[in-house]
Nanobody, 124 residues
């Protein structure tokens, strides 16, 4: 069982920035972020994998490429999501997630553990 604790959500104006953090209680291959807006399905945002034999790989949804950056501190087992140039359509609950295998990038069905979610609201 891996527990995930997220932080960093909040209210920001369009064009602003936020940084989300997620601390895991155990090591895992892949860590990432999904989001869910009211009335919509949960969707992939970004993911990062790391292994001694393949190194680090990052993946982004097209809607956030160039604006969001995912990074990982393996010492602290923490994943970060730096969100810049935020838009009102980025408003959602953001969920940290971990996975060990599956599609590249991961789908909702590939996720082993979820965080409790943190609200991000971008005002216009």
């Amino acid at each position: 069982q891996v527990q995930l604790v997220e932080s960093g959500g909040g209210l920001v104006q369009a064009g602003g920035s936020l940084r989300l953090s997620c601390v895991a209680s155990g090591r895992t291959y892949g860590m990432g972020w999904f989001r869910q807006a009211p009335g919509k399905e949960r969707e992939f945002v970004a993911a990062i994998t790391w292994s001694t034999w393949s190194g680090r790989s990052t993946y982004y949804a097209d809607s956030v490429k160039g604006r969001f950056t995912i990074s990982r501190d393996n010492t602290k087992i923490t994943v970060y999501l730096q969100m810049n140039s935020l838009k009102p359509e980025d408003t959602a609950v953001y969920y940290c997630a971990t996975y060990t295998s599956g599609s590249v990038p991961p789908r909702v069905a590939d996720i082993d553990y979820w965080g409790q979610g943190t609200q991000v609201t971008v005002s216009s």
